[in-house]
T-cell receptor, first 110, second 117 residues
Framework: QKEVEQNSGPLSVPEGAIASLNCTYS??????FFWYRQYSGKSPELIMS????GDKEDGRFTAQLNKASQYVSLLIRDSQPSDSATYLC??????????FGTGTRLKVLA | GAGVSQSPRYKVAKRGQDVALRCDPI?????LFWYQQALGQGPEFLTY????????KSGLPSDRFFAERPEGSVSTLKIQRTQQEDSAVYLC???????????????FGEGSWLTVV
């Protein structure tokens, strides 16, 4: 079992819809969780970080964390074609090692 | 510069050749990471530096891989006797605070794309 698992997709949603991206992790002791967006040929950029159970909202993005279920998700409201990218879930293991999932490719259809 | 700078951006190496990849982190950033990203995969941890000290090199795939950060700023990842399976993007990242600090954000460079032929 990989430490951080994501569905590779592609996940296709129509413009204006809500995109829901999911991630599970195996280390129950993990405390810090991150979502990165990576455009093709570019480096990952941080979208959201979340450390406590519940929801965290930032503009059109909402991160959700459920430590009991070892599950973290990212919702993108009012999806735009410019949101089309690969979304990487990352979990910090210990004090410095960030473990990444394989990423989910999102396609927003105009 | 404002961001993490990596060079070369693209490198084609013949099998068996040695390569050196350079990372110039954001000025003042204490923590520096190297990651390897194969096509269609997420970044895989290679090594971590806190200032000039290499605290973790557990992700380096073999003893052909070597990383250094002698003065606590610029870092070099060296790959000796390159093999085809070394073909990947090598991402450098840095962060201001000690890794593990609350709210610490890591910033990635654009990566060095290595193709071994």
């Amino acid at each position: 079992q990989k430490e951080v698992e994501q569905n590779s997709g592609p996940l296709s949603v129509p413009e204006g819809a809500i995109a829901s991206l999911n991630c599970t992790y195996s280390d129950r002791g993990s405390q810090s969780f991150f979502w990165y967006r990576q455009y093709s040929g570019k480096s990952p950029e941080l979208i959201m970080s979340i450390y406590s159970n519940g929801d965290k909202e930032d503009g059109r993005f909402t991160a959700q964390l459920n430590k009991a279920s070892q599950y973290v998700s990212l919702l993108i409201r009012d999806s735009q074609p410019s949101d089309s990218a690969t979304y990487l879930c990352a979990v910090r293991s210990g004090t410095y090692k960030y473990i990444f999932g394989t990423g989910t490719r999102l396609k927003v259809l105009a | 510069g404002a961001g993490v700078s990596q060079s070369p951006r693209y490198k084609v190496a013949k099998r068996g050749q040695d390569v050196a990849l350079r990372c110039d982190p954001i000025s003042g950033h204490v923590s520096l990471f190297w990651y390897q990203q194969a096509l269609g995969q997420g970044p895989e941890f290679l090594t971590y530096f806190q200032n000039e000290a290499q605290l973790d090199k557990s992700g380096l795939p073999s003893d052909r891989f070597f990383a250094e950060r002698p003065e606590g700023s610029v870092s070099t990842l060296k790959i000796q006797r390159t093999q085809q399976e070394d073909s990947a993007v090598y991402l450098c990242a840095s962060s201001l605070a000690l890794a593990g600090s609350s709210g610490n954000t890591i910033y990635f460079g654009e990566g060095s794309w290595l193709t071994v032929v």
